[in-house]
């Protein structure tokens, strides 16, 4: 009797060990009664051409890329999906059925997935998002918001040149870059309030904002989750918005590379995000 070949993914970065994937696809492997393994892979900048020639020859499914590999390995797959190419940067490769190495992203995936489940009634056409940043994570944002029919997206950040520079990148009349002084203005008739910067996570500087002028029903969403509630999230809460919190959009985009690599489209629910919360105390 042939024993199931034992498959194998993981995650990439430099560093790595602060990594709570492993324990993400741990969880399903062991739910979904998977024979595989997921893997931190320590990978250096200069060595990532090599790590990926390794990864066309050793049996591999694929890998999650994290920080600061996200737009370099652009460069070195054979194809990239839509999503890769809207967002600039690639979170997860996979292979075809042809035997290319395709490059994907689901970090904007995650993000909306995560804002509809945790706002249920959520319908993004005919609303206005303020997002503070204009890094990697306020690109997925931003195209997953504008995919999804939000009508009005305020760019702001601090350096407003880089807010300029992403909005004209992306080349949607809907994106408007403002000055972070004028952040308390544009805060007027908001319907989401995203931060995507990693101001208030855990060892960082707070994200100091005045949100006063934000509507008590606006939604306020920080993608930081450890903590899981941000100083943003708490006097959000405090005055009677909606808040969600960072973990889900982590849990979110995992799910398309688990599919990918093992052949089940796995759940996202309450007794996974409990075990990572446990694994983050």
């Known amino acids: 009797?042939?024993?199931?070949?034992?498959?194998?993914?993981?995650?990439v970065g430099d560093p790595i060990s602060h990594s709570l994937s492993p324990v993400l696809h741990g969880y399903w492997l062991k739910k979904y009664d998977i024979k595989g393994e997921y893997e931190a892979f320590h990978v250096a900048p200069n060595e990532l051409p090599d790590f990926i020639k390794r990864l066309k020859t050793n049996k591999i499914e694929g890998v999650n890329f994290t920080v600061p590999h996200k737009e370099s390995v652009m460069g070195l797959v054979d194809e990239l999906d839509s999503?890769?190419?809207?967002?600039?940067?690639?979170?997860t490769v996979?292979?075809?059925?042809?035997?290319?190495?395709?490059?994907?992203n689901t970090d904007g995936y995650g993000f909306i997935k995560n804002l509809k489940q945790s706002i249920t009634n959520w319908i993004s056409t005919n609303k206005v998002a303020v997002i503070i940043g204009a890094g990697g994570a306020a690109?997925?944002?931003?195209?997953?918001?504008?995919?999804?029919?939000?009508?009005?997206?305020r760019l702001i950040n601090r350096t407003h040149s880089r807010a300029v520079a992403l909005s004209e990148e992306i080349g949607d009349k809907r994106i408007k870059a403002i000055l972070w002084d004028d952040y308390e203005q544009a805060l007027l008739g908001a319907d989401l309030l995203v931060n995507v910067t990693t101001l208030g996570m855990t060892g960082q500087p707070e994200l100091v904002l005045n949100i006063n002028n934000l509507p008590i029903g606006a939604v306020v969403y920080d993608i930081v989750y450890n903590?899981?509630?941000?100083?943003?999230?708490?006097r959000a809460r405090e005055r009677g918005n909606k808040t969600v919190d960072g973990l889900g959009m982590l849990l979110h985009q995992a799910a398309p590379g688990f599919k990918a690599w093992f052949g089940i489209f796995p759940e996202?629910?309450?007794?996974?995000?409990h075990h990572l919360i446990k694994a983050l105390a």
């Open 94 to 104: 996979y292979f075809t059925d042809e035997g290319k190495l395709l490059g994907s």
């Open 227 to 234: 903590p899981l509630e941000t100083d943003l999230l708490k």
């Open 139 to 153: 690109r997925a944002a931003t195209v997953s918001l504008l995919d999804d029919g939000i009508d009005e997206i």
């Open 268 to 273: 996202v629910d309450d007794d996974l995000r």
């Open 83 to 91: 999503a890769a190419e809207k967002i600039g940067a690639v979170n």
């Open 1 to 11: 009797m042939t024993l199931p070949r034992v498959k194998i993914a993981g995650v």
